[in-house]
Structures are given as structure tokens and as C-alpha cells.
């Protein structure tokens, strides 16, 4: 069996009276991966362990099967992080950072030269790398940074916060991107974000972090997986509509108006094929009752977002 | 019209060698080198680089023309030359010292440095080398024009080198201290903070303060005359200079300053603290 990608056991890390992680245990597997939880939840500091940059006070944790603390100098070869904040010098181009930050890899000067070159193309900024970073826009910046972090060719990226700042189009692009690294380059990604939405649609796996501590840590099919709900859009009397099917599946499910949307929920009864069944003849029969046209009928899927406000306690709502 | 295709070749794995820390410690003493004399900036990045050599080359350059255009009958003073221009030395380490020591920091890159084949230790010593290697380059290239110069001015240079080659010593050793002190003071007032300006502000006010304590110091007929000597390093490095290249000023020869031997003990420890000072404040990183 292939090792984790990231394996960490028991990691515990303080800082004078806070502790940052307590106990924390987690494998995760190659692919692309979303760090979730609120602020304080510990994301930053297992990063930065991983990273090398903070000793644990307690644990262990292996990269691709090396010890972080023994093996700091090889795992740094095989890891490129992009920073949340702002780390990029304004006065140095696009093309210049980046050959800097593969010579600071070990790469020698004319591959660093040709990579930079790369992954500026691969990130869209090949026509702009000449220009000094400081005029280019808060999108363009992610984009060197993302492309800092693959310059040296890692097998790993740890991306925190890489959406921020950006705007709608920005981010899908960065999205984009993204899911490109982790699907076509082939390389495994962790993935630091407090939008769950972004991380849905690209992740294959969420680890959910409260305190210092491991809430969740499970494949995106498993999270988002059918709930047993029914979601109902009708085009014509909506309120007739629902008070037929009120009517119908009394006992046997809730009626909610969201929206344009009615949502069927099964409730506590059983999820079985029967039920489902006469749910789905109750929904033809008020339509029909109700004389209105049925646009779509789908049964509903789990969101993150649903599971994280079920999750998290009231002082670490994940927004 | 043009035939020429741009071919995406696609992500590429790269299986190569990797230099480790030692390519990577090269990389970043090349960059700091290079912005000490504002090389791969702007204009504006230029010119206080640009200025300070063009200072201090010109009156070694002069001074040689001279000499030549007087048959040796003047003699090039080695040390008065390169006393005049310690001020413009201290300047340039105001002005590009926190080029190199305060932007990691001011644009928070250094934990993104860091994340690479670099340690922290080796990191403050490549900055530290980068500045060294600048300052011992401003310091050491006019003394070596005067010593070139005046071998090139010889009727017989073959003859003035057997007479003067022993002088290189001096020369390398001059400008060798001067950089390491002034370059080791500089960059101890650069790392207490992460503002360029304040930086700049912190070496020039240490070497102004130091030179305002020993004006005052030269009333206070208390204090021992080795102390007073060293409390401005400027005046110091000066005085060393003069020592060296066997110069003598009224003032040396009223007061007798102490041994060269002397100087050169205090200039390597004062140097060895101030770049201690400077690369433990410059490995802490707040990541």
C-alpha cells in the first residue's frame, strides 16, 4: 500500500499557554486535499510544521513518508508553499522572482531560468514577466506566487488561502488553475480555505480542524454524498402545489418552500426504496392535482457548508 | 509574415540535479551583492551607488595624474586619501545596507526564503557575506587604483614594484578592516528593524553620534586617550590608515595614537560583535 501523503500522529504544538495543535491526528492521502476550520483552528500552525518552519512540541509528522523534523532539508525539495499574505517584493519582475525563489530550491541557474518561464506561461503571466511585480494586480500576484511554488518542480503544494483578495473571475481562474496542478501536472495538493464552496468543487478530500483538534477527515463523495431528500422546481402555482403535496406525504416527509425550489425531506422515516417511491408518486400527483408543470426533480446531495454549521461549535462557525 | 509556432510542451517533471543549500546560498549572496550597487533596479536604485564610487575613485584617479604629471616628486598619501572618504563609505552602507537587510523583511518574503534549501542562520550569513563583499569592494578598489596607479606612473614599474610591492598588504588589510567594520556596524543598526528608512536613519545616526561623543570626549582631560581614540570608528579607521601606509598627521605627533597592532585587534572584535548583533537579529523569523 502507498504511503500517506501526509501523515501526522498525536502532533501537538504550544505557544506559552495557547495550545495551537493538540493531539492532532490525521493521514491524508495523495490528491487534492482542503484544510478547513475557523480561525485559530490550527491550519496555520500544521502548515508552517509541515513547512519546517515550527518545530512540534510533540508528535510526529511524515511527508511523503519522510520525518518533517529529520528529513527537513529533503522535504523542502519536494514541498512549494504559496503564502496567504502578501511575500512578493515590488520592485523585482515576475520572471526575476521566480528564477530566484528555483535558485533558493537548488535548482542551477539556467534550469531555474527555464522553469521560470514555464510555469509563468502555465499560470498566464508569461507575457507580463518582464513587468515589475509591484504594478501587477492582486490577481496577477496570486498568480506568481502559485507559480513560485511550482517553479522547483515539488511534488507537493501547500496553498494557503490562495483565492484571497480575488475577485469573482479572479477566483474561478485561480480555481481553475488549481485543479489543473492537482489533475493534469500530477502533483498532490493541500488546500487552506475558508470558502467551502471552492473547496468542493475541487477537492477529493476535506480535513476539518477544530482547537488544535481533528474533526473530520474524509473523501469529498463520502461528505457530499446523497442525503435521501428530494429537491422539487414546479413551474406555475407554487402554493397549491405545496399544499397538495403537503397533503399527500403527510407522515411520511416535511414540505419546505426555498426559493423556487421545494425540498422533500424524508425526515426520521426510513430511506427505503418504498418510501422514495411514494414520495416521487406524491410529487406527480400534486403537480397534476395543482396543474402545474414539473421543471426538475433531483435528489439532494449534501453541502459542506450544511455539515461544517452542523459541526462547528458557535465560536468557530466556518464562514 | 511569421512562421514561428509557440509549442506548449506541457507541465514538465524536472529529474535533474539540485544544487542544495550551497546554490541556494550562492543565489542569495549574488542578489544582495547586486542590490548593494542597485544592479537590475532603476535609475533611482542607482544612484547613491553610483555617486559613492564615482566620489571615491575620482580622487585617487586625480591624485595619480598628478603625482604622474610631477615626475614623483609628490608622493601618493595612501592613508589621507582614504581617511577623507570613510564618511562617503558610511553613507553608502546608510543608503544600501537596509536595501539588502530590510526588504525580506519590510515585504514579509523571508518566510517564503525560508520554506527553500536555506536555514536561518545561513540566511542572515548570505546577506551578511553580500554586504561584506560590496563594502570590501567600495573600500578596497580606490586604494588598489592609487597602487596600480602609481606602478603605471613609474618610469620603471618593473624597479617601483620591487620598491613598493610590499605595500599591497597594507592595502589589502586597510580595505579589508574598513569594510568589515563599517559593513559589520551597518548591518547591526540595519537589522533592528524591518523599515528601510529607519534603517538608513540608524546607521547614519550611530556614525553621527559616535563622531559627536568623541568632540565632546576630546575636552574631558579624564579619559584615557586609547578610549577616546576608539570611540568614534570612523576617526579610528582613520587614524589605522595613516598607521599603515606610515603617514603621520601634528595631532599623531603631539599625541601618539596606539600600536597599529592594536587597532587591528579592536577593529576584528568590534566587527565580530556587530556582525554577531546583526546575524541573530537577522535569523529570527516570525513566520
Known sequence: MAAPLIDARALSRRFGTVMALDGFTVSIASGITGLVGANGAGKSTFIRILLGLVEPSSGEVSLLGQDVRRSADAIRALVGYMPEHDCLPPDMSGAEFTTFMGRLSGLPAHVARERSAEVLRHVGLFEERYRPIGTYSTGMAQRVKLAQALVHDPRVLILDEPTNGLDPAGREEMLGLIRRTGREFGLSVLLSSHLLGELERICDGIVQMDRGRLVRAESMDELTGETGDLLVEVDGDLPRFVTALRARVQGVAEVQVERQWVRVQMGDAPKSVNATERVHDAVRDAVVEADVGLLRMERRRARLDDLFRESTPATGAVS | ?287
Open chain 2, 1 to 287: 509574415m511569421s512562421s514561428s509556432t509557440i509549442h506548449n510542451l506541457g507541465y514538465r517533471r524536472y529529474d535533474g540535479v539540485r544544487e542544495g543549500w550551497t546554490g541556494a546560498w550562492q543565489a542569495l549572496v549574488w542578489q544582495g551583492f547586486r542590490s548593494m550597487f542597485g544592479l537590475g533596479r532603476g535609475l533611482r536604485a542607482k544612484a547613491i551607488p553610483a555617486f559613492v564610487i564615482a566620489m571615491v575613485l575620482l580622487p585617487c584617479l586625480g591624485t595619480v595624474v598628478a603625482v604622474g604629471a610631477s615626475n614623483g616628486q609628490q608622493v601618493i598619501p595612501y592613508g589621507l586619501l582614504i581617511g577623507s572618504q570613510l564618511l562617503l563609505l558610511a553613507l553608502f552602507t546608510a543608503a544600501q545596507v537596509p536595501e539588502v537587510l530590510c526588504r525580506d523583511r519590510q515585504h514579509r518574503v523571508l518566510p517564503l526564503l525560508l520554506t527553500r534549501a536555506l536555514s536561518p542562520r545561513q540566511y542572515a550569513l548570505a546577506r551578511l557575506s553580500a554586504v561584506w563583499a560590496a563594502m570590501w569592494l567600495v573600500a578596497t578598489v580606490p586604494l588598489l587604483v592609487l597602487y596600480v596607479g602609481e606602478l603605471a606612473i613609474a618610469t620603471d614599474p618593473a624597479a617601483r614594484f620591487a620598491e613598493i610591492g610590499p605595500r599591497l598588504w597594507p592595502v589589502l588589510l586597510c580595505g579589508t578592516l574598513t569594510a568589515w567594520v563599517i559593513g559589520s556596524l551597518a548591518a547591526m543598526m540595519a537589522s533592528l528593524t524591518a523599515r528601510r528608512g529607519y534603517a538608513s536613519m540608524l546607521v547614519v545616526g550611530l556614525f553621527l553620534a559616535a563622531a559627536a561623543v568623541t568632540t565632546g570626549a576630546d575636552d574631558l582631560a579624564a579619559m584615557p586617550d586609547v578610549v577616546r581614540e576608539f570611540l568614534d570608528p570612523l576617526r579610528a579607521l582613520r587614524t589605522m590608515a595613516m598607521l599603515l601606509f606610515g603617514e603621520t598627521t601634528r595631532a599623531m605627533e603631539v599625541n601618539p595614537p596606539p600600536p597599529v597592532m592594536v587597532f587591528v585587534l579592536v577593529f576584528c572584535g568590534l566587527g565580530a560583535v556587530a556582525s554577531l548583533i546583526a546575524a541573530r537579529r537577522l535569523e529570527r523569523v516570525d513566520a
